[in-house]
């Protein structure tokens, strides 16, 4: 992994992983406030895990995003960069926008159809990061890893709330 050679190089790196963290905490806006109340009254799926789990969770990954992200606008001039930070923006957008179907308007239903574009938006987004630079695609693999884990909870939350679609 190729470290940052200089002060812009620098403040790339911290806007992209506060970027990305920003993402996340703009999908928390939606979340925290449904989690006691309307989430807590949800049936659970079987392997949901702890509520205190997501938070480490995600926060690790999106400092991961952020540093793969970077590592791709390092090499910004290859032909896949441009189409893969573009890809990166998408997911990104898809999820926070999961967030806010699941959580902030209670459409499990279409947090499901969400999420489904949401993964497949990381898999494009991990092909053109490793035409640029390998090392950005393999720190996106926990990430999709556990988007197909949320894909199969929100499915199940799905299936066992179906009044909530």
């Known amino acids: 992994m190729e470290l940052p050679r200089n002060a812009t190089e620098w403040l790339a790196l911290v806007v992209f992983v506060v970027g990305s ?12 406030p449904n989690i006691p109340t309307w989430y807590a009254a949800l049936a659970r799926p079987p392997l949901s895990p702890p509520n205190w789990v997501f938070g480490p969770v995600w926060t690790t990954l999106y400092i991961l995003m952020g540093i793969a992200a970077f590592l791709v606008w390092q090499r910004r001039d290859h032909p896949a960069a441009r189409r ?22 209670h459409s499990i239903g279409l947090a499901f159809v969400c999420v489904v574009a949401l993964w497949l938006a990381i898999l494009g987004t991990i ?11 393999y720190l996106l693999v926990p990430y999709i890893a556990w988007t197909t884990f949320a894909t199969y909870l929100t499915g199940a939350y799905w299936y066992l709330n179906p009044q909530w679609t």
């Open 21 to 32: 963290l920003a993402a996340g905490l703009l999908g928390s806006i939606a979340t925290y």
């Open 84 to 105: 893969g930070l573009a890809l990166f923006g998408v997911q990104l957008v898809l999820n926070v926008l999961w967030s806010w179907l699941f959580f902030g308007v």
């Open 127 to 137: 092909e053109r990061f490793y035409r640029v630079r390998p090392v950005a695609a």
